[in-house]
């Protein structure tokens, strides 16, 4: 703890002028939203970028945050993505459903519980708000590392 106090007590580069803010500015490409980045108006490569907010201490901590928050979003998709499929496996394989073919009435061969298709698509459902949430976080907390490393050229 006092390492990282001493890091985020630490006076920022003095080489640096106030043309070194990072600017974002949105780029559309075929219906898709992103970002370009520049400084004094030269564009830079995201992992150019990425340098500058991970040698200032706070602008990293929040890049940190956001790092995490991205991976729990992937892990909420693929766990979303998992328990659907599983729900709709679990959901076809207890219908146990058939047609007569002589008179066209349905019939049931079998009454399975349909518990574990319900449970797998509530786990699914919850996973779907945790992926929003965390890829909202996510996105928050880029944001904020950028502001963080702006404000001290302001």
């Known amino acids: ?4 106090v001493a890091l985020a007590q630490d006076k920022p580069n003095t080489n640096t002028k106030a043309d070194s803010i990072i600017k974002w500015i949105p780029a559309k490409i075929v219906g898709h939203a992103q970002y370009d980045y520049t400084i004094n108006g030269k564009m830079q490569t995201s992992e150019d970028v990425k340098a500058r907010l991970y040698a200032y201490a706070p602008s990293k901590v929040e890049l940190l945050k956001s ?17 659907g499929a599983g729900a709709t496996l679990e959901f076809i394989d207890k219908s146990g459903g ?11 061969t079998s009454h399975h519980s349909l518990t574990g298709g319900y449970v ?3 786990v699914a459902t919850a996973l779907v708000f945790s992926a ?11 944001h904020r590392a950028l502001a963080l490393y702006n404000q001290q050229y302001e």
């Open 98 to 108: 058939s047609i007569n073919a002589a008179n066209g009435q349905e019939t049931s």
């Open 132 to 142: 929003i949430f965390h890829g909202l976080s996510a996105k928050r907390h880029a």
């Open 1 to 4: 703890m006092a390492s990282f």
């Open 67 to 83: 790092s995490r928050e991205a991976s729990l979003y992937g892990l909420s998709v693929i766990g979303f993505a998992l328990s």
């Open 120 to 122: 797998l698509s509530g």
